[in-house]
Each structure stands twice: as structure tokens, then as C-alpha cells.
């Protein structure tokens, strides 16, 4: 099953388009099969699950975090993740780079997370916020081991594509007014904050005609989760 539904994602996925195993809720036996495949990236959302399934799993697995991160649960994901894509918060920042420096790890990939949805209860950085906050502090001083790859969003939970579309152009636009402004004035470029991650099971084909270059999909290759 999970064999199968890997290929029919594969298929559709062109070049240049990074497919995240989003296995949140789905057992290791699951995601064993997926390694099987081919698969190596891999994401979650709970830190306890996190940090079970990567001691039961392949050391190869690249993990990513997606889930929103309390800050007092920052030193449990920060030694094993290889990106945190879900950094939504200035004070998230600061206790990443806080974590990196007591665990002695140099660098740890992160992406923005955008809040472009209309529900309320989704998080991320507004646009403008973000845009202020890069502009008033250096990143390289400020969190010198964290390297910021680039934005990631989820679009709203509604069954509406142009709605979805509307959504992952904000994300993109966003990534671009970073990248010309604050970060092109900190020297970084396209080549580091290269990463647009949206799109998961239902919306992905949309996102991908939106720029995105990172996927995020769970359902269409586990099955449904049971919570
Ligand atoms: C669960 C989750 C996904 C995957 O969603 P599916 O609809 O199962 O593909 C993607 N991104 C984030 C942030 C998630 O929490």
C-alpha cells in the first residue's frame, strides 16, 4: 500500500520538488516501509513521538519537525532534527539558538513558518512581522547556528482551490520581499534561503504551480491518521 502510493505521489512530483513523509500518528513499521522505498526524509509533529520514533528508525532518516514547538520542548527536538520548519516566533528563535549552543550542535536547518490561512488558530510569522524582524536584526549575530532555508505555510482548511492559490502566492511573495530586502542586505541569497515548503496530500498539486519546492504529504502515502 504505502509502496504504491509512494510511486503514484513520485509520479507527480517533477524534479526539483523535495517530498517530505509527513508520519505523524502512523507507527514505525509504517515508516520502515517508506525507507524500503527510497524514502529518507521524514517529519513529525510531537516531540515524544519524535524522539521514540527516531530511536527505533535508520540513522540515515532525515527528520524534520513540523508541529508547533512549546519552547520548553525546544532541547527535545533540537539534537535530532536536521530542519525545524515550523519556527513561528522570535522567542522560538531564541530558544532554538539557546538549545544549539547547550547541545553543542553547530547548525540546524529552519524554515519561517508563514501565517497566510484565515483560521485564527493556525500559527506563524505575519508577513509584516517577519519582514520587521529580519530587518532589525542580523541573523548571523543574533542566531548564529541556526540557518534559515527559507518559508513554509499551510493553506486554510477549506475545499477551495483558488482560495489554496490566493494563499501560496502570499507565502511566495513573501519569500520574495525577504529575500530582496533584509536578507539580500545580510548576504544571503537564493542559494541559502532557497526553500518554499507547501502543499500537503490535498493541495500540493496546486502548490507546486504556486513555486513550491517542498511538499509535505502524509495521508495519500499512510492512510488516514487514527488520533
Ligand atoms: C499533518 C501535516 C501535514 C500533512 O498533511 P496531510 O494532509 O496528511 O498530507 C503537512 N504539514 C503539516 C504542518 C502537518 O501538520
Keep these: 500500500m504505502i509502496t504504491e502510493n509512494l510511486a503514484k505521489i513520485r509520479a507527480t512530483i517533477p524534479d526539483g520538488v523535495t517530498l517530505v513523509a509527513v508520519s505523524k500518528f502512523h507507527p514505525a513499521e509504517m515508516i520502515a516501509e517508506a525507507y524500503q522505498c527510497g524514502q529518507r526524509i521524514f517529519a513529525e509533529s ?30 527535545q527536538v533540537v539534537p535530532y532534527a536536521s530542519m525545524i520548519q515550523s519556527i513561528d ?6 530558544e532554538i539558538e539557546k538549545q544549539m549552543q547547550k547541545v553543542g550542535r553547530t547548525c540546524i536547518d529552519g524554515l519561517l513558518q508563514l501565517h497566510v ?10 508577513p509584516d512581522e517577519i519582514m520587521t524582524l529580519l530587518t532589525d536584526n542580523r541573523i548571523a549575530e543574533r542566531w548564529p547556528h541556526i540557518r534559515l532555508r527559507g518559508v513554509m505555510g499551510m493553506a486554510s482548511f477549506v475545499d ?5 492559490r490566493k494563499e501560496f502566492r502570499q ?3 513573501c519569500y ?3 529575500l530582496e530586502g533584509p536578507l539580500k542586505a545580510q548576504g544571503i541569497d537564493a542559494q541559502q ?3 518554499l515548503s507547501y502543499g500537503m496530500s490535498e493541495d500540493y498539486p496546486v502548490a507546486i504551480q504556486e ?10 502515502i499512510f492512510g488516514p491518521r487514527v488520533y
Excluded: C, Y
Aim: aromatic share 8%; charged share 30%; proline share 3%.
Design 176 to 178: 520574495q520581499a525577504l
Design 160 to 164: 477551495d482551490p483558488d482560495q489554496w
Design 117 to 126: 490561512a484565515q483560521e485564527e488558530t493556525k500559527s506563524g510569522f505575519l
Design 89 to 94: 516566533s522570535e522567542r522560538l528563535l531564541d
Design 193 to 195: 534561503f532557497s526553500v
Design 171 to 173: 507565502i511566495k511573495a
Design 46 to 75: 510531537r516531540e515524544n513521538e519524535f524522539r521514540a520514533k527516531v530511536e527505533q528508525l535508520p540513522q540515515d532518516i532525515e527528520w524534520h519537525f513540523i508541529g508547533h514547538l512549546q519552547t520548553n520542548k525546544v532541547k
Design 211 to 220: 513555486g513550491s519546492n517542498m511538499v509535505r504529504i502524509g495521508t495519500s
